[in-house]
């Protein structure tokens, strides 16, 4: 067990507990752990990079954590009216595709390797970036004029396109 993946299980750990404070309305809490999450995600890598601590666990248990925080935060504002439900389907939606594709690829004795494309690394960052703002905005009153429609639709236009790519791969490795 490395460091990394000590602070990685961490985060997992603090899904719920963010998921709680969302549930609570208790925006400053749901937000400062949501930001301590982000900056362990880094923190995490940079330090399996730099001395040399990278292992097979950390590489499935690093994006497992990632997704959960983000899938059940977008799950939970939506609950509770924060953000609309369709943005949350969107953002489920893909995640579920994708995990369904890889299973099914597995299970057809196809793996697929599934490694970040630039596409899907602005999608991860346009989550992480609306999900913030959304929590900052309930625990500290910020609001930007019709920043949060132009948010919305660079998730929603980001995902969806995330999507397709990743779904246009799987369908040329099954062909192949």
């Known amino acids: 067990m490395t460091i990394p993946n000590l602070i990685t299980i961490a985060r997992l750990i603090m899904v719920p507990i963010v998921i709680v404070m969302i549930m609570q309305q208790r925006w400053a809490a749901a937000f400062i752990l949501f930001v301590v999450a982000g900056v362990s995600d880094g923190v995490d890598g940079f330090i399996a990079r730099h001395f040399d601590m990278k292992s097979e666990f950390g590489a ?12 059940s935060i977008y ?3 939506a609950v509770v009216g924060a953000i609309p439900s369709w943005l949350a389907i969107v953002v489920v939606s893909r995640d579920a595709m994708i995990v369904a594709a890889v299973l099914l690829s597995w299970v057809m004795s196809r793996p697929v390797e ?4 630039l596409l899907s690394k602005l999608n991860t960052a346009a989550q992480i970036g609306f999900a ?4 900052a905005a309930n625990a500290y009153g910020v609001e930007l004029a019709g920043f949060e429609d132009i948010a919305m639709l660079a998730v929603a236009t980001l995902t969806v396109a ?14 192949a």
């Open 162 to 175: 995330s999507a397709g790519a990743y779904l246009g791969g799987w369908l040329r490795h099954m062909a």
């Open 75 to 77: 799950v939970a504002l």
């Open 132 to 135: 913030a703002f959304a929590l």
């Open 60 to 71: 499935y248990i690093d994006p497992i954590a990632d997704k959960a925080l983000l899938v």
């Open 114 to 117: 599934i490694k970040p494309i």
